[in-house]
């Protein structure tokens, strides 16, 4: 029996130490073109500016715009790999 709780105890504490260790960063393989401007495996909030800004995803992941330039709120529309989108004035992407 003590063998059992110590057993248990043991898995606890590695179970709660493996979700505790932080995960290590992820970003997209390709590039993000912003305006012809390339962004190699890019990942986080890309504000457009003032122009707006024509967003080409040529990355593994699904890109998600925004109506502002801080990737906040829900995300108003997606770009898929091999897509290009326009992106209004003062809107943002992000590599999720």
Request: proline fraction near 8%; hydrophobic fraction near 35%; aromatic fraction near 2%.
């Given at each position: 029996m003590r063998?059992?709780?110590?057993?248990?105890g043991s898995l606890a504490v590695v179970g709660?130490?493996?979700l505790a260790v932080p995960?290590?960063?992820y970003a997209?393989?390709?590039?993000?073109?912003?305006?012809r401007?390339?962004?190699?495996?890019?990942?986080?909030?890309y504000p457009v500016g003032?122009?707006?800004?024509?967003v080409t995803n040529e990355t593994d992941a699904v890109v998600e715009f925004f109506h502002n330039s801080a990737c906040?709120?829900?995300?108003?529309?997606f770009i898929r790999h091999g897509f290009q989108?326009?992106?209004?004035?003062?809107?943002?992407?992000?590599?999720?």
């Open positions: 063998r059992s709780l110590i057993s248990l709660t130490l493996a995960q290590s960063a997209a393989s390709g590039y993000l073109g912003i305006n401007m390339a962004h190699l495996n890019p990942s986080g909030c003032e122009r707006g800004a024509s906040a709120d829900m995300p108003v529309g989108s326009s992106v209004r004035p003062g809107g943002s992407v992000r590599v999720p």
